[in-house]
């Protein structure tokens, strides 16, 4: 039942997309486990999804859009951050 209300209220894509637990990030992004905190800080990378007390994941979607970020700006970290930035502020508005 809890799925067909999150149907009713949820994009599909969002019902649809997979976890990736850290070190399936690593191996897809070819960053450290201290690079991608660093960059979640920063924020040039996407925060994960908290699981529970001990455990989080990333949306497959959200390491996706960050790859195309990372490739529209040519692998140039400013430029990644500016791009994360400008979308955080899109999806504000």
């Known amino acids: ?9 949820q994009p599909m894509e969002v019902l649809m997309d997979t ?5 399936e990030v690593e191996r897809i992004t070819g960053l450290s486990r201290s690079e991608i905190y660093r960059r979640i ?9 908290q699981l ?6 990333w949306s497959q979607s959200s390491i996706e859009r960050w790859q195309a970020e990372c490739m529209s700006a040519g692998w140039d970290p400013n430029r990644v951050a500016i791009a994360a930035n400008d979308r955080k502020r899109a999806e504000a508005a």
């Open 41 to 49: 800080k920063d924020g040039t990378f996407p925060e994960p999804i």
């Open 52 to 57: 529970g007390a001990r455990a989080v994941a």
């Open 1 to 9: 039942m809890v799925l067909s209300c999150l149907a009713l209220t």
């Open 19 to 23: 976890f990736l637990r850290r070190t």
